[in-house]
């Protein structure tokens, strides 16, 4: 009886594995690399909204404090949503006849909530709070990037859990004095690591041990 | 047919585990501002009912809370002594709240005034001069002509911490060279001349 395969069948047996170990492997890479892909955490992606605002027009060209339509970033776990009566606090005068602002308008007359689209969505199992990070001196640009440039609004970073952790780890290389909270385009006054380490003892910012507790997030 | 079950099995746990992230990403529970269709104005959070008293709020110092006295009358006094800390916490939130149209001096030449919105008058003029303290606070709470009210943004504290820093922008402007200890005047223009 003669042989099925030809002789070389031997190689390509061989050679079809390592070519199944490499795919696997670049499988591997792929996924690894596509998770933190900005496709995947939605990063830098505008996000539609039914007014285009422009935070680069209001803070940049305005010159207005986060807080002055953010109020509740001190003292909530949530940095709000203006309602539309502060949007009507310079909008009952300027751009009165704009149909852009006609949502805004309308909102306004009629007490209904505008359906802003949410740009930064954290998972639900995440415990997040505003108010402590900005008391421990984490800037709002640390986070949301030069919101000031943004045309329309996007998400800077990825918001995944190793991208917290960085700061969670060495907070000294992030924090800010308070009175910078909200300045956009900060530059450290010196080293910022050692501005870093003074600031975490004057803030009393927790140890990384204690600020990578799984419970310190995940409560 | 062993094979077959294993390949369902995991098939079904791989689906298991998608639809479990899912709902641990978004679980059906209400976070701030997260919409309901429950409610008819698509709102998850209620509207506080008008006249509502929350818990250590009765606010019964009326020249306190809302800078008249009794009889309606605004109080000509700050109603607590007047500290550093609260001079510069209010200027910590006039720079917030009140630039953009009084700017920073409070002559009324803000951002938004130079865009187009009503100018303001200027802090320094006789009128705004010998107002009562309770003027400042009370156009805070409740808005006067083109100004919305700021009772939303600033607490009661804050409103007159920001009151007392107006008085503060006002002395500033009537300054002159004797209000400057003797001792001090030296320093004067140097902080320019670096």
């Known amino acids: ?10 190689y390509i047996a061989k050679m079809s594995l390592v070519l199944l170990a490499a795919l696997l492997l670049f499988a591997g890479w792929v996924m690894d690399r596509g998770s933190r892909s900005d496709f995947v955490t939605r990063a830098e992606m505008v996000r539609e909204q039914p007014v285009p605002f422009s935070h680069a ?29 502060i949007c009507m606090n310079c909008h009952s005068q300027i751009w009165l006849t704009s149909p852009t602002l006609e949502p805004v308008r309308a909102s306004f007359r009629d007490n209904t909530s505008i359906r802003w689209t949410r740009v930064h969505d954290l998972p639900d199992f995440v415990y997040f709070n505003h108010s402590i990070h900005v008391a421990k001196g984490v800037g709002c640009e640390t986070c949301h990037g030069r919101v000031d440039k943004m045309a329309l609004t996007w998400q800077q970073n990825s918001l995944q859990m190793e991208w917290c952790l960085n700061c969670h780890r060495n907070p000294e290389r992030y924090v800010r004095p308070r009175e910078f909270i909200t300045t956009m385009g900060y530059q450290p006054a010196g080293d910022q690591e050692e501005i870093g380490r003074k600031l975490v003892a004057e803030y009393h910012i927790q140890n990384p041990r204690t600020l990578t507790s799984c419970n310190t997030c995940h409560r | 047919m062993r094979t077959r079950f294993q390949l369902g099995v995991l098939v079904l746990s791989v689906a298991a585990l998608a639809a479990c992230r899912q709902d641990m990403h ?17 709102r998850s959070a209620r509207p506080i009912i008008e006249g509502t008293v929350a818990r250590g709020h009765l606010d019964e110092d009326t020249a306190y809370y809302t800078g008249k006295d009794a009889n309606g009358k605004l109080v000509a006094e700050f109603p607590f002594a007047v500290t550093k800390e609260i001079l510069l916490r209010g200027q910590n939130r006039f720079n917030i709240y009140c630039t953009p149209c009084h700017d920073y001096t409070g002559s009324g030449n803000g951002m938004v005034v130079q865009r187009g919105f009503r100018h303001p008058p200027s802090y320094h003029i006789d009128r705004l001069r010998n107002a009562p303290a309770g003027h400042f606070f009370d156009v805070i709470t409740n808005g006067l002509g083109a100004m919305q009210d700021y009772s939303m943004q600033l607490t009661p504290e804050d409103r007159w911490a920001v009151a007392a820093y107006i008085r503060a922008l006002q002395y500033s402007q009537e300054a002159s060279i004797n209000d400057v200890p003797a001792a001090e005047r030296a320093q004067l223009g140097q902080g320019a001349a670096k």
């Open chain 1, 1 to 10: 009886m003669s042989q099925i395969f030809h002789h070389t069948a031997n």
């Open chain 1, 57 to 85: 027009h209001h803070v940049g060209g305005m010159g207005l404090d986060c807080r002055y339509c953010h109020t509740s970033v001190e003292k909530s776990s949530f940095a709000n949503i203006p309602p539309t009566k």
């Open chain 2, 26 to 42: 978004d679980q059906p529970k209400f976070i701030p501002l997260r919409p309901s269709t429950f409610f008819s104005d698509g």
